[in-house]
Nanobody
Framework: QVQLVESGGGLVQAGGSLRLSCAAS????????MAWFRQAPGKERDIVAA?????????YYATSVKGRFTISRDNAESTLYLQMNSLKPEDTAVYYC???????????????????WGQGTQVTVSS
């Protein structure tokens, strides 16, 4: 079955950087769009970034992270990445990777588009 395992979270000072990884298994990684979401305490799970299947030439970024975060995929390693730079305290959340159950075209930004989720990794940005 499909498994997603996130890593790379931690505690960082404002202005710092982190790179999150999401290792996927259970099917052909390149065939499916993927995304990063985040959820802060007491808030809904929101889209951070999304990427299309195959070479990932279509990407989406939430306004709050545009210009600071970069989503990418390494199909040979079956791994999704999120490079996070210039981190802010408001970026503090649990970060989740997600993938779809069929290929589709382009990227997808709604939580209901994704039936498969990782367990999440905590990112804490101190001021």
């Amino acid at each position: 079955q499909v498994q997603l395992v996130e890593s790379g979270g931690g505690l960082v000072q404002a202005g710092g950087s982190l790179r999150l990884s999401c290792a996927a298994s259970g099917r052909t990684f390149s065939n499916y769009p993927m995304a990063w979401f985040r959820q802060a305490p007491g808030k809904e799970r929101d889209i951070v970034a999304a990427i299309s299947k195959n070479v990932g030439d279509n990407t989406y970024y939430a306004t709050s992270v545009k210009g600071r975060f970069t989503i990418s995929r390494d199909n040979a390693e079956s791994t999704l990445y999120l490079q996070m730079n210039s981190l802010k305290p408001e970026d503090t959340a649990v970060y989740y990777c997600a993938t779809r159950d069929y290929s589709g075209i382009g990227y997808y930004t709604r939580t209901r588009d994704y039936p498969y989720w990782g367990q999440g990794t905590q990112v804490t940005v101190s001021s």
